[in-house]
């Protein structure tokens, strides 16, 4: 499993669409270990193409901040599921608490 984690300073960026950076995160699920962290440059702003984009670099999970709905749905469409309302910890606390199944999503802090 590859899950994305967008970026800012390092940790979770509160608002997906317009972070700089995307922390891929490959991971064993039946172990529930972390194999490797790749971080890559995001590509420019602009609606609809961050879900084809993550997809075509075998992402199957987002965990965010907060997503507008029309992009949770995008991504859903694409066969990426989102966790909304993540705190802004790095990839490898979130990933390693989702993995546990400790992960708290709160509020989507994302109002579009």
């Known amino acids: ?3 994305a984690v967008p970026l800012a300073e390092g940790k979770l960026a509160m608002h997906f669409g317009h972070c700089a950076h995307f922390a891929l995160v490959d991971v064993d699920t ?3 270990k972390i194999l490797k962290r790749e971080d890559i440059a995001a590509p420019p702003h602009e609606p609809g193409l961050l879900p084809p984009w993550l ?8 965990i965010a901040g907060g997503m507008g ?8 469409g694409k066969g990426i599921d989102v966790i909304v309302g993540a705190p802004a910890e790095t990839p490898e606390k979130l990933v ?3 993995l546990a199944g400790t992960l708290m999503a709160g509020e989507n802090v994302c109002d579009h």
């Open 1 to 3: 499993m590859r899950i």
């Open 30 to 32: 039946s172990t529930k």
């Open 55 to 62: 997809a075509e670099r075998g992402v199957n999970m987002i």
């Open 69 to 76: 709905q029309r992009a949770h749905e995008l991504f859903t």
């Open 96 to 98: 390693s608490d989702y």
